[in-house]
């Protein structure tokens, strides 16, 4: 499947379930396609570390939760993880304070069909920063990283307007 054809399906995926909350064939792309390529990422990553872009805590924001010791999740912003991109090959990884791979399904890195970017030079994937809003961003918002995301739809919408002000892509 091509990326044009990719982009159009998950377009449509996304517009079906934002709309109407038909979102099984968005959940199938977002879950488990990004899985397997954040799977492939991570392996990547260990391989070729020093081809991978640091981001700026802002852009690892995503990535920040902490649970309490009752469970229960504090807002973002509480550790810190640090999110590193391939700028071409969509791969996301997040590492924690001792550099380890983040997997747990509140903090992992996800594949990104288009990377977001801090300047011009790192525009990456094909599309850039409005198609990384619309189809990485979004789906997560909607969805959460995996079916096991302890997080609430609202606690991550809670990172998007807190940010929202900030244009950092």
Known sequence: MGTLQRDEEFIKA????????????LKKA???????LTDAGNTYYQQHPDEFKKLSPILSIFHTYKKAD???ILLFGQNDNTKYIHPTLGYEVVLDQNKNIVTDSLNAGTYNFYNPSEDKKYGGLIGGSDL??????????????SPNDPTQEYQRDMINRSIGSIKFW
């Open 132 to 145: 990384h809003r619309q189809l990485d961003i979004r789906p997560y918002q909607l969805l959460g990283n």
């Open 70 to 72: 009752d469970g229960s």
């Open 30 to 36: 977002h879950y488990d396609l990004r899985q397997q």
């Open 14 to 25: 996304y517009s079906a379930c934002d709309k109407n909350g038909q979102c099984d064939d």
